[in-house]
């Protein structure tokens, strides 16, 4: 009788996101709500101080919104595509397939994201503004509804071309080099495939992602402070890359404080979907 393994079912990656994001949210807010030269725990402390405990969580209906288009979608292309090509094949695919698979399956996923990141951002960014200029959308879909009413369609997907390049860059990090780092650790035969490995392997998928990340999320952020000095993002790039090679990766560490943790958890929790409620198929 032959062994039986268990694959994804397509909507285990939305899951396995949103459940990360309900941990680490609150990294994502005060990210967001950062001030120059503060600390996170004296931004926490403020946050708390001023609006409560649960002010931490603003904007949660949103995060959770933006994994069940984002993620779940990457997920569910990259997953059910994988799985398919190697129905049958010698082993897994090479890195560069996953690479190419990584890249349309980010792609994808960030396109369709876009609604509910702007919202995401929008609603994070809220309680900074003052009382008369906020926003105060009740809950993601509120958000949704009042910008394609107020703003139009259009504005939904505004932002588009950055979300989906970012897709790109960050799926290529967390799920190809997930699914190479943890190929790799296995093969050493020093370790099964545990919850160990599972950290091991999504640990350096997120380092990777955070890296490959870096230098778009500076460009974003320069864009988006720049009072009309650049004419595009390529002359952004350009202005940036006179500073040196080291200015794309400013703000490095806080970046990987943030998303190393979410891609841990991400991976932890869908090889647990995985293996208690997975598909079963013939190994």
């Known amino acids: 009788m ?14 396995a996101s949103c459940g990360a994001a309900c941990c680490t949210h609150p990294l994502d807010l005060l990210k967001t709500q950062q001030e120059v030269k503060m ?8 946050v708390v101080r001023s609006d409560g405990v649960l002010a931490l969580y ?8 933006r994994q069940m288009t984002y993620s779940l979608t990457r997920f569910a292309i990259y997953e059910t595509v994988r799985d398919h090509v190697t129905k049958g094949s010698q082993g897994p695919p090479p890195f560069y397939k996953k690479v190419l698979l990584g890249s349309i399956s980010g792609c994808i996923g960030g396109f369709v994201g876009t609604p509910a990141d702007m ?66 650790v296995l093969s050493t035969g020093y370790l099964s495939d545990s919850i160990f490995t599972h950290f091991v392997a999504s640990f350096i998928a997120g380092g990777c992602a955070t890296f490959l990340c870096q230098p778009l999320d500076v460009l974003k952020t320069r864009l988006m402070n720049s009072k009309g000095e650049y004419q595009g993002v390529l002359h952004c ?5 006179k500073l040196g090679p080291l200015a794309f990766y400013k703000g490095l560490l806080p970046a990987g404080i943030r998303l190393m943790p979410h891609t841990v958890l ?18």
């Not at 600390?39 to 403020?46: H, K, V």
């Not at 860059?169 to 790799?184: I, M, R």
């Not at 790039?237 to 890359?241: I, K, P, V, Y």
């Open 266 to 283: 991400t991976f932890v929790f869908l090889e647990q979907l995985r293996k208690h409620f997975g598909i079963k198929v013939p190994s």
């Open 237 to 241: 790039a350009m202005e940036t890359a």
């Open 58 to 65: 603003n904007g949660l209906s949103a995060s959770l919104c």
């Open 119 to 184: 919202v995401n951002v929008r609603m994070q960014n809220d309680m900074k503004l003052p009382q008369n200029q906020r926003r105060n959308y009740a809950h993601a879909l509120d958000g949704l509804y009042r910008v394609a009413r107020e703003e139009g369609l259009k504005k939904l997907f505004s932002g588009a071309t950055m979300a989906s390049s970012r897709g790109v860059f960050v799926t290529v990090g967390q799920l190809s080099c997930y699914d190479q780092a943890k190929q790799l």
């Open 2 to 15: 032959a062994a039986e393994a268990r694959v994804s079912r397509w909507y285990f990656g939305g899951l």
């Open 39 to 46: 600390r996170m725990t004296g931004m926490a402390l403020q």
